[in-house]
């Protein structure tokens, strides 16, 4: 499980560097000055991404966690920021170039349900990592059969 979580936060530092670069590429080339998704596309790609899977790394060396349930919460975190930060990278581009509709229902619907898997994988992350300090502190407490 730590080489996936290395590899998901070198993957996200890209992504988070992408988005920065699209947003400066598109913005200026559009002389675009406005609010916009965006300018805050490469921040949560960072953010949620990279130091989210780096700090979950260093949790997941500690406590040797392997388990089902901490990998079904990687995947469904990854892949509902995916659909998070598309939505936001969909929606920022819309606002810079004046088409469709950046404000339209089936949008915040899609970057709801992206909210929402990212809520269901923490929950995951956290049963997994609370099961497994239980059990170390059980090994801790319980004294060594000779």
């Given at each position: 499980?730590t080489?996936?979580?290395?590899?998901?936060?070198?993957?996200?530092?890209?992504?988070?560097?992408?988005?920065?670069?699209?947003?400066?590429?598109?913005?200026?080339s559009?002389?675009?000055?406005?609010?916009?998704?965006?300018?805050?596309?490469?921040?949560?790609?960072l953010?949620?991404?990279?130091l989210?899977?780096?700090?979950?790394?260093?949790?997941?060396?500690?406590?040797?966690?392997?388990?089902?349930?901490?990998?079904?919460?990687?995947w469904?975190?990854?892949?509902?920021?995916?659909?998070?930060?598309?939505?936001?990278i969909?929606?920022?581009?819309?606002?810079?170039?004046?088409?469709?509709?950046?404000?339209?229902?089936?949008?915040?619907?899609v970057?709801?349900?992206?909210?929402?898997?990212?809520t269901?994988?923490?929950?995951?992350?956290f049963?997994?990592?609370?099961?497994?300090?239980?059990?170390?502190?059980a090994a801790?407490?319980?004294?060594?059969?000779?």
């Amino acid at each position: 499980m730590t080489r996936i979580l290395y590899r998901l936060a070198a993957s996200w530092t890209g992504v988070g560097l992408v988005a920065g670069l699209y947003y400066r590429t598109l913005t200026n080339s559009r002389d675009f000055s406005g609010q916009t998704q965006l300018s805050v596309s490469h921040t949560h790609s960072l953010a949620l991404g990279m130091l989210m899977m780096l700090v979950l790394f260093a949790i997941s060396m500690v406590l040797h966690l392997d388990r089902k349930l901490f990998s079904y919460g990687i995947w469904t975190y990854t892949a509902s920021l995916v659909v998070t930060v598309g939505t936001m990278i969909a929606r920022g581009t819309m606002q810079v170039l004046g088409t469709g509709n950046p404000e339209s229902a089936a949008l915040a619907g899609v970057s709801g349900l992206g909210h929402m898997g990212i809520t269901a994988a923490l929950a995951m992350i956290f049963l997994a990592i609370g099961q497994a300090l239980k059990e170390h502190h059980a090994a801790e407490v319980t004294p060594a059969v000779r």
